[in-house]
């Protein structure tokens, strides 16, 4: 029985636009265009049916979630929750970001590349008292999951909070540690969808990430003022065999009708998109998939990689999941619940697609690095389902073991972005986007690989 959480961050408010630090500090308000993006998240939710709403207590996330319920149909009553509110930053509060660098630069150092070791202090009538917050606040997500869950299995929830927090409760759900607090990144209003298969501790998908399309933003914008490199993964458009539920793997199965119309609408979500350079698995769904995008930008040549190609799927291959249960019991369910440990019969296991698709990306941003860091780059990348989350996985610091914690769907783009050079850790910004294909949910066929 699925749950599933949707996850928005509040919208722009004062202190956003004058590059002040908020934490625990409630003294910043929603502007114009903050509660302007609260209705558009409204808009982008309506049809979705929802059993409880929480927020945070803080004024910015309340007041963007009342503005929710206020422009939704059927809406459920808010609960507040202390357990959301956000990353508690006491000596920083208030400070302009370029105040804090300037005066703590050994603390922002930290926060920016090692967020687990910040160290600050709270006075209490024992004197001054050192904590971590980022620690911290990882644990704020697991009481607030831990206390939430049970009440809403199988139901929608939607919790409507802050940056720091919502990346907690994104973190803790998959297994992220306090040092991976900046591996993703989170906007105003930006929605993100979760679906846990039980309580916390089991489970979690990823359906979708940091998605702004809503607010008229096609992509997320980047974060670094050098703006930098960006990649665009793309999963290639619905086969025949995507529809019906039959392993295709390296098999090269051609798109289907829908699946020409899913590669057009993403071509039409990205048209506006500038596109430096583009690769593609050499198999024909993903180049098909690739080309129609690329009607839009017909200066540039398509390059082919074969590290890309999907996984090897060996006798699985053009079977159902019944005659694949039939022919080998038990290894199907070990596949989705273990997928790190199973060896396809005559094909491939997950390590031998991790290290070439891993190797594929590598040379593909270690290509681009001899570019100048300050000009942004940006590169389309089309592949398949394991391969791309394989390179999810690899961007967000998880192993082979996390491999079903995020979702693609055909034609999903998901944005990466490398702000402090491709020697640093690349920086999530949206992930299986497909509102370009019917909304904000993945409707998308669920298929197999």
């Known amino acids: ?65 009342d503005l929710i319920l206020a422009n939704s149909d059927h809406a459920p009553q808010l609960q507040t929750s202390e357990d959301l509110r956000e990353i508690n930053l006491p000596l920083w509060e208030g400070l302009l970001f370029n105040e804090v660098e300037e005066k703590y630069p050994d603390e922002y150092r930290d926060w920016r590349t090692q967020p687990h070791l910040l160290t600050m202090s709270l006075s209490d009538e024992n004197g001054a008292v050192d904590f971590l917050p980022v620690p911290a606040i990882y644990e704020q997500a697991r009481q607030f999951w831990q206390t939430t869950l049970p009440n809403h299995a199988g139901q929608t929830i939607l919790i409507v909070a802050h940056s720091g927090i919502n990346r907690a409760l994104i973190n803790t759900a998959i297994g992220l540690q306090p040092e991976d607090y900046q591996r993703f990144h989170i906007s105003n209003c930006g929605i993100s969808i979760l679906n846990f298969s039980g309580e916390f501790g089991q489970p979690v998908q990823i359906e979708s990430l940091n998605i702004t399309s809503h607010l ?90 074969d590290d890309l190609r999907e996984i090897s799927h060996g006798l699985w ?64 990348v089309v592949a398949h389902d394991a391969v791309n989350k394989a390179i999810l996985c690899h961007v967000a610091g998880l192993g082979a073991e996390s491999f079903w914690n995020f979702k693609q769907g055909n034609g999903a783009v998901s944005v990466i972005d490398y702000p402090q050079g491709v020697e640093a850790a690349p920086l999530m910004q949206a992930m299986n986007i497909t509102t370009h294909l019917g909304g904000v949910l993945d409707k998308t066929a669920a298929g197999a690989l």
């Open 1 to 65: 029985m699925t749950t599933r959480v949707i996850i928005v961050r509040h919208g722009e408010s004062s202190y956003n636009v004058e590059q002040k630090v908020q934490g625990h500090c409630d003294l910043s308000r929603l502007t114009a265009k903050g509660e302007s993006m609260a209705v558009q998240v409204a808009t982008a939710l309506k049809g979705i049916s929802l059993d409880a709403v929480y927020s945070s207590p803080l004024s910015r996330a309340k007041r963007t979630a």
């Open 216 to 305: 008229g933003e096609t992509l997320p914008r980047r974060k670094s003022k050098s703006q930098g490199l960006r990649l665009l993964l793309v999963r290639h458009g619905e086969t025949e065999w995507n529809r019906q539920g039959r392993f295709q793997g390296q098999i090269d199965v051609p798109l289907n009708e829908n699946g020409r119309s899913q590669a057009a609408q993403a071509g039409e979500f990205l048209k506006s998109v500038q596109i430096d350079q583009a690769i593609s698995s050499s198999m024909l769904r993903p180049k098909e998939t690739a080309e129609v995008i690329l009607q839009h930008h017909p200066d540039l040549e398509l390059n082919l990689r």
């Open 317 to 380: 291959e053009g079977k159902f999941e019944a005659e694949i249960e039939q022919s080998y019991p038990g290894l199907l369910h070990q596949w989705q619940q273990h997928p790190e440990t199973v060896q396809m019969p005559e094909g491939e296991n997950l390590q031998d697609v991790w290290n070439r698709a891993i190797a594929g990306w590598q040379a593909i941003i270690n290509a681009a690095a001899t570019r100048p860091a300050n000009e942004p780059y940006t590169i389309l």
